[in-house]
């Protein structure tokens, strides 16, 4: 009898889209996959220490529960490397889950980071488990940098959105990877008349920018030039895409999980359980292919 391969899971970059993740875990443990590995870049390494630490279902009812207005009041605004201190958000984090030796976990885990003055790769393996979540979550201007070990760590998606590659360093035979890039720009950003994943509420950027800062509502009128804001996360989806579909393309993983969620906005936290719901609908989408390479 051949024995079974060790399987590993790659949670990937993806701000607000990253509550998708939920939504495929679980649709994995429906189908009895269980991963024995997980890695997790940016909002992946928060889905993926809380499920490697047992405490996914404290988080996704905590996420689940979150309006546009308890977005907003997590907000420690400061003007030093970033918008977002995340103080208050990480504080509450350890409040859903136990704040860990890594090591300790039960399931091995691993996040990714970039430290900022070389641009360097780095994989957090030691250490509490929040500190490595938080650094891998720093996203440039809008959360400050992590500090860790005299080394400046922001966004690990910059450098590797989707940890494939870490996943097999840590033993992994065969892995599971989400992609969460792959709905954002192009076909998908077009303004179709049936959304793919239609929004519930507003975003809430969208309920307190000023007017002149919206996009011109008349497709026949000449469209308004983005906002800073726009122009800059826009930026940062085509580098993370781009970057993304390049790791995979000399790092392929067995099974590729695409959620698509093209109008989620990068803060759109709040729309969680529309998020889980299409990480379900991704994994569905894939189903054929894992029973054929999971069996």
Not at 89 to 96: P, S
Request: aromatic share 6%; net charge neutral.
């Amino acid at each position: 009898m051949p024995r079974k391969l060790r399987l590993g899971l790659a949670l990937g970059s993806g701000s607000a889209r990253g509550w998708a993740h939920i939504g495929v875990i679980r649709a994995l443990e429906e189908r009895g996959v269980k991963p024995e590995i997980v890695c997790g870049s940016s909002i992946g390494a928060l889905v993926g220490a809380a499920y490697a630490s047992g405490k996914l279902d404290q988080l996704e009812a905590w996420v689940t529960g979150l309006t546009w207005t308890t977005v907003v009041r997590l907000m420690d605004l400061t003007w030093r490397g970033g918008l977002i201190r995340g103080t208050r958000l990480f504080t509450l984090f350890r409040t859903i889950f136990e704040d860990r030796e890594i090591p300790e976990l039960p399931i091995p885990y691993g996040a990714v980071a970039t430290e900022l003055n070389s641009g360097r790769e780095l994989w957090l393996r030691h250490g509490k488990v929040l500190e490595a979540v938080r650094a891998s979550c720093a996203m440039p201007g809008l959360f400050t940098p992590v500090v860790r070990n005299g080394a400046v760590l922001v966004d690990g998606g910059l450098v590797n959105p989707v940890p494939v590659s870490m996943c097999r360093a840590l033993g992994a035979e065969l892995v599971i990877a989400v992609d969460l890039s792959w709905g954002k720009l192009g076909p998908y950003r077009r303004g179709n008349e049936q959304e793919i994943a239609p929004r519930e509420v507003p975003g809430w950027l969208d309920r307190i920018r000023p007017e002149w800062m919206k996009k011109t509502p008349d497709a026949h009128e000449e469209p308004n030039v983005p906002s800073i804001f726009d122009v800059f996360m826009t930026s940062l989806d085509i580098v993370e895409m781009r970057v993304a579909r390049s790791r995979l393309a000399g790092e392929p993983a067995d099974v590729l999980v695409t959620p698509i969620l093209p109008d989620f906005a990068t803060m759109d936290f709040h729309r969680a359980k529309e998020a889980i719901e299409e990480g379900r609908a991704a994994v569905d989408r894939m189903g054929p292919l894992l029973k054929q390479i999971l069996g």
